[in-house]
Structure formats: C-alpha cells, structure tokens
C-alpha cells in the first residue's frame, strides 16, 4: 500500500495567515502517461464528513474558495489556506488515488492562534 | 441535489453482524461506483470497500475481507455493506462515498455517516 504522510499533525495560525499543509507518498503518484498527479485533499469539519478540496493535487474543486490551493509533484504535495478564515478551522487530509487500495494521510488539525 | 444517507448501524457485540444501507438520491446512481470509507473515533480515515457501476466487480481492505461483502441494488438506488464477525477494530463511523466520474478516483460526496460500535 502507499503510505501517506502529513506534517505537521496539527497547527495553529492567526487569522488572515497563511496555513501550510505538507503530505509525502511513500511511491510517487505522478501517472507519466498523462502527467497527472493522483492525488487529493479533503476538508473535514468537526461532525461532519469530509468535503472534496482538491484533486489531481492542484484543481479545485467547485465552490472551493480560491484561498485553498495545492502544489506539488511526485511525492511531495502541499495545501495552502493563503489567508485563514474562522470557518476553515477543521481537520485536512490527503488522499492519494494511483494505487490501491486508495490511502489517506493521517490527518493535520487547523486551529487558530 | 446529490445525497447519500447511511443507516443500519448500531451498537453489536463481538462476533456480530451488522447491515448498513446508503440509500443514493439526486444523480444517476447505477453510473457510478461507489465506496465506503470507515473512521474509528478521533482517527483518519480508511477505505473499506468498493464496487463497480453494475455490481460486478468488488474489492475489500485487508482488514476487513472474508468479513464484509458490498453490493448494491440499482433499481432502489441503494449501497449495502453486509458486516460479518465484527470484531472491536471495525468500531467506526461508516461513510458511503461516490467516486467522480471520468477517470480520477477521489470521492466527490459522502454521506453523513452511520455508527457502528462493537463491543460486549
């Protein structure tokens, strides 16, 4: 199985600040044959299931406000909240899709400071 | 609208079963494939199972195959997910997930969720 991992577990940041969230495969998730990224990111707020952020690692989502965005190829993504709204605060996860079964990374909480 | 709601899950006792339905409204269901996802509390989360458009083709997480068997029935636009032997490790929120169309496998919607708590 590829193994995703995120940093940090959890992090606090000011409103109207940036917010970075990392995520690493264990293999890489680029497909050559299409040069796509397999790979998404899921907002999860608490009580509620997981809303769809990201795919192929930097499209958005519709509706997704454009402070969101992903970044990244290979093994090594990135999330970004470009500037930290109140009702952003919710748990992030990574997902990657090339392989199965599909994996999750284990989760980084976004609280304000 | 597209939704998905769970129900079935409970509170079941070691060596249990357990059936869990995702009744689909809102899209085309017999188009789609669709999965369930699985959080335990206050962890990530774990794919379970997926089947394919028509039924025909199935595929499990280690953990949980011989155990579980998904399938669906596309005339009442329902998912199932039929829970044998469960043990205290399949104590979770159970999600039902649609994958997108086209040929990217993430999951566009999700349900609610349903509880499934295993325990004596």
């Known amino acids: 199985d590829i193994v995703m991992t995120q940093s940090p577990d959890s992090l606090a940041v000011s409103l109207g600040e940036r917010a970075t969230i990392n995520c690493k495969s264990s293999q890489s998730v680029l497909y050559s044959s299409n040069n796509k990224n397999y790979l998404a990111w899921y907002q999860q707020k608490a009580g509620q299931p997981p809303q769809l952020l990201i795919y192929?690692?930097?499209t958005r989502e519709f509706g997704v406000p454009d402070r969101f965005s992903g970044s990244g190829s290979g093994t090594d993504f990135t999330l970004t909240i470009s500037s930290l709204q109140a009702e952003d605060v919710a748990v992030y996860y990574c997902q990657q899709y090339y392989g199965t079964p599909e994996t999750f990374g284990q989760g980084t909480k976004v609280e304000i400071k | 609208e597209v939704q998905l709601v769970e129900s079935g899950g409970g509170l079941v006792q070691p060596g249990g079963s357990l059936r869990l339905s995702c009744a689909a409204s809102g899209f085309t269901f017999s188009s789609y494939w669709m999965h369930w996802v699985r959080q335990a509390p206050g962890k990530g989360l774990v794919w379970v199972s997926r089947i394919n458009s028509d039924g025909s083709s199935t595929n499990y997480a280690d953990s949980v195959k011989g155990r579980f068997t998904i399938s669906r029935d596309n005339a009442k636009n329902t998912l199932y997910l039929q829970m044998n032997s469960l043990r205290a490790e399949d104590t979770a929120v159970y999600y039902c997930a649609r994958k997108t169309d086209g040929s990217g496998w993430w999951f566009d919607y999700w349900g609610q969720g349903t509880l499934v708590t295993v325990s004596s």
């Open positions: 192929w690692a930097s």
